[in-house]
């Protein structure tokens, strides 16, 4: 299913279905990009660790693509 693909930590893989809990978030904010915040591409989906740990180096601007 899509959705189980959907709804699992970028980060380290975990999925809902194990119980971890999942933060949806968007890449580009949400503020600054409007049109970009039904866009599944600029989702990301992390588990509260992940999250907690992204949030520590509080930067949400340094996402880059790996090409
Ligand atoms: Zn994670």
Redesign the pocket.
């Known amino acids: 299913m899509l959705l189980k693909a959907i709804f699992s ?1 970028r ?2 893989g ?1 999925t809902y279905e194990s119980g971890a809990p999942l933060h949806v978030g968007h890449i580009k904010p949400r503020s600054r990009y409007p049109e970009l915040a039904l866009e599944l591409s600029n989702l990301q989906i ?2 509260s ?2 999250n907690i740990g992204k949030s520590n180096r509080s930067e949400t601007s340094n996402f880059s693509l790996s090409n």
């Open positions: 930590c980060d380290c975990v992390l588990c660790e992940c």
